[in-house]
């Protein structure tokens, strides 16, 4: 029976699956349609002005900066905004835990969940890069599992912000104050060597910026530069960041 | 009373001494009880007299700061999952999944107990049945009433076939006759053998469907016992109310000639008689104050043990 119990996360996983299920054509579009037109917008319209960037078509190297930034933001909102929904409005935690259940479970559930859904709009976005011949490269499948590892880092940093948040409203910080200077100090639109010395080191504490420096050579063919270290950093703060947010979620829910 | 005829079986709840305090305030000061197999115990108590964290220390959701709980035979919290696999819970409020059909948030539900697809889909229609709700199976959660929300909720907590069933509130904000369709059903259950814990300030559910009450006030237990020994016991069987205007006047000057106890909120007066007669043949001559006799109920003994004030 604990062996079971301990299986209970995946309840919670399915539990969201399923809600993605009845949503997800109109879900995978509408996560792909913000990306496209940056990708597009920017790679085409900014690309033309430019000669190559870090070696390579303009939008041939944004590709993996749209990737990895729209990962994340995939990851954040249902960890931020859907994981709160579930959590303090609809109080389909309380359920959850009325059920044998425990909070653990609950928290790691929503966790992998958001990184799976990270993974599949991810996924949408590689395989439209794929189809228009923005990549040639035969190490795509390498991206898949890398992409979910950012999708744990992101997710359970937005797990943090919503085990602290009293409201929707209080997710705006987060995204005005960490995620969008984090998009543009991770070498998304631009390489990193463009930045001044103290901001790349900056930059160097930042996830995004570890996941760009794996996936970007991958999809232009190439091999990663000390692919363990960015894989490591990935790994770190997941877990970490998932600590915490369980040890919050335990005193916002248990007390 | 106890309709299993199992002495030996394990009480489904007993709890002892429980104390939980919030930032020093004593929200549980040192409550005992125990359920017996089959019946309906009543946990009666004002707004914040400590009914709901009782029965989150009860699940193991709160550690509670000294005291002893055994659920289904369990030690909560150390084994609160294991005790939870085999006990139900209707929440106060609704916590239904609005992305759900009827049958679907049944079945996502009793994926969270481990029972497989198969197990669960063969029990959901004689669930909703079950719960008034037959053909409600594909039904979305928005287009489903109050009450029908609250019998998917009780469906809900049978899908394991508990043992136990606790429940908080469970009529709150329904209309008289979703009401009278809830504990109908929950007195099939208590037929059917099952145990039933629930919170309740409705005094007439407390009085319809309990074999016994403890009634709580500031995380005490004040009293407990079957509603009608509490009656007869704690309180004379005979309640006079005079309302209208001069009715506080009339208390004041009169009350105490004819009843025991008088208490008076705004302008009635509640006399509490052991024979209404002189009384009523008193008021029969003050045509200007309207009258109603009635036998003394549950809320009569809730209100002497706890007052009349306000509770927010």
Known sequence: MNALLALRWIAVWRRNFLVWRKLAL???????????IYMFGLGYGLGSLLPQVAGVPYISFLAAGTLCASTMNSASFEALYSAFSRMHVQKTWDAMLNAPVALEDVVAGEWIWAATKALFSGSAILLVVWALGLTESSQLLWVLPLIFLLGLCFSAMGLIVTTLAPSYDFFMFYFTLLITPMTLLSGVFFPLSQLPPPLQAVAQALPLTHAVALVRPLLLGELPPSPLLHVAVLATIALTAFAIALKLAQRRLLA | MDSAGQPSAPSPLVVRNLAKSYGGRAAVDGISFELKRGECFGLLGPNGAGKTTTLRCCLGLTTPDSGDIRLVGEAVPTRAREARQRVGVVPQFDNLDPDFTA???????ARYFGIADADA????????????????????LSGLSGGMKRRLTLARALINDPDLLLLDEPTTGLDPQARHLIW???????????????TTHFMDEAERLCDRIAIIDAGRIVTQGAPRALIGELIEPSVVEVFGDGAAHWAHDHAAGFARRCEVTGETAFCYVEDAKPLLAHLDRRPELRTLHRPANLEDVFLKLTGRELRD
Do not use: Q, W
């Open chain 2, 184 to 198: 109908e059903r929950l007195k099939r259950l208590l037929g059917d053998g099952k145990t039933i814990l629930l």
């Open chain 1, 26 to 36: 109109p879900s995978v579009l509408g996560n792909l349609a913000d990306p496209m």
């Open chain 2, 103 to 109: 049958a679907e948030n049944l079945l996502v539900y």
């Open chain 2, 121 to 140: 889909k063969r029990r959901i229609p004689e669930l909703l049945d079950f719960a008034g709700l037959g053909g409600k199976d594909r039904s979305k």
